[in-house]
Structure formats: structure tokens, C-alpha cells
């Protein structure tokens, strides 16, 4: 509990935080107009509506949540710092473990901060346009965000223990999502192997906070194909980690 601590220091004071916040409060605000503004007056009228608008937000919170992961272990490779984190801490798979549950909570705090800007603006301004708000639908979408921003945090703490560079880990996951995940979806979609590219990472991600229903993977089995990724990520941080020299 003591190393968990510490490691919630180190998050409150990293500036790269507190600017994430900023970028989670700004997505939530234009998610939030864009979804009610882009609404027809029928739509809005939609009790569904609610849940898509945390939902929609959801997926981008996600991103930042994957990237503060990779931040909080690789920031300690690149500061120096990781020598005398592992003199506090001679166990790598606590180490490990340890930044894996900051990062779930990482997720889970910039979830909470979107949550709040979307909250006041769709409160406001559905209550201008005398919408009725829905808090079950809103319920709903809420708990799946959540879900999935907090396994977002678990696998970027992960994917940085595996990695250990910083520029190297943040850009291979934005190049994997934008890049060549796509061309994976493509390259599968040619060899008529569609169901597969939808158990990527970034696919099965997508899925958890798809609020259009799409998609031929049930929730469920998106849930635990990116669970098995961040498995995968987990076992490779904690050998990569067991066996870097540390000097």
C-alpha cells in the first residue's frame, strides 16, 4: 500500500497529468455539444442518447488513459529513476503490479473528470431545450465507459513495461490504433478473415464503448479479447522488467 501511495504521488505531480486532465475535460465539453447540437429535436427526445453521448466521450478518454500508463513506467527509464524505485521496491513483479493498478486508477480519475463536463453542459443544456434527462440510460453507458478506460490505463502501464522507451512505446501505440491496425483490417478483410480483425486490440477497445451496437463481436467477447491483450502486454512487461540490467 506503501509503493501504491507513492505512486499516486508521483501521478498528482507529473505535469504530463495534469495536462491530460485538461484534455479529457475539453473532450467531454465537445462531445458533449457535438452530440445534443448534431441531435435532431426527435433524437434528443431519445432516452439512448444519453448513454451514446459518455460512451462516444469514452473511447477518446481511453486513449489518454492508455498513453498516462505508458507514461508512468516509462517516465522512470527516461528520468533515471527506476534504479532507486527498484532499491524501494527489489521485486519487479510488485513493481510491475503495482504500476498496472496506478494506471487503472489513472483511467478511472480522467473518466471522473470527463464525467463531470459532461454532466453540467448536458444538464444545462438539455434542460434549456426542456429534454427530460434519463439517469438509468445514462447509467448504463456510464459503467461500460468506465470499464473500459480503466482496462485502457491497465494496458498502457503494461505495454510501457514491456517496451521501457518512452517515445518508442507512445508512438508504436498511436502507429498500431491509426495505422496499422487498419491495414490489418484491410490485409484480413481481403483474405476474408474479418471476424479476426475485429479481436484487435484497438477493435476490441472500440467495442466495449461502441454505442451504435455494431460490430459482430458481443460485448462480452470483446471484453475478453482485450482482457487476453492485457495479459499478453503483462507477462512480456514483467520478463522484460526481470530481466533489464539496472545501473
Not at 493498478?101 to 453540467?120: E, H, S, Y
Not at 434549456?128 to 485502457?152: C, K, Q, S, T
Not at 480483425?197 to 477497445?205: D, F, G, V
Amino acid at each position: 500500500m506503501r509503493l501504491f501511495g507513492a505512486e499516486l504521488l508521483k501521478l498528482r505531480t507529473l505535469r504530463s497529468t495534469w495536462g491530460f486532465g485538461l484534455v479529457a475535460l475539453a473532450f467531454g465539453a465537445l462531445v458533449t455539444a457535438g452530440d445534443i447540437g448534431g441531435s435532431t429535436e426527435l433524437d434528443r427526445l431519445d432516452p439512448e442518447l444519453q448513454s451514446r453521448i459518455v460512451l462516444d466521450a469514452a473511447f477518446a478518454v481511453s486513449i489518454l488513459a492508455l498513453l498516462v500508463g505508458i507514461i508512468l513506467v516509462t517516465n522512470e527509464f527516461r528520468h533515471g529513476t527506476i534504479a532507486r524505485t527498484l532499491l524501494a521496491t527489489p521485486r519487479r513483479g510488485r513493481f510491475v503490479a503495482v504500476k498496472l493498478l496506478t494506471g487503472a486508477v489513472a483511467g478511472a480519475a480522467l473518466f471522473l473528470l470527463m464525467l463531470v463536463v459532461i454532466a453540467v453542459t448536458a444538464v444545462i443544456w438539455l434542460g434549456i431545450l426542456d429534454v427530460p434527462l434519463a439517469p438509468g440510460e445514462a447509467a448504463d453507458g456510464l459503467w461500460r465507459a468506465l470499464f473500459a478506460v480503466v482496462l485502457a490505463g491497465t494496458f498502457g502501464a503494461a505495454v510501457g513495461g514491456a517496451v521501457h522507451s518512452q517515445v518508442g512505446a507512445l508512438v508504436g501505440a498511436l502507429v498500431w490504433m491509426f495505422v496499422l491496425e487498419p491495414i490489418c483490417w484491410v490485409v484480413l478483410g481481403l483474405l476474408d478473415l474479418d471476424s479476426i480483425a475485429e479481436y484487435l486490440p484497438a477493435a476490441s477497445l472500440g467495442r466495449l464503448v461502441d454505442s451504435d451496437g455494431g460490430g459482430d463481436v458481443p460485448w462480452l467477447g470483446a471484453s475478453g479479447a482485450f482482457l487476453g491483450w492485457i495479459t499478453v502486454a503483462t507477462v512480456l512487461a514483467v520478463l522484460r522488467t526481470r530481466r533489464r540490467d539496472i545501473t
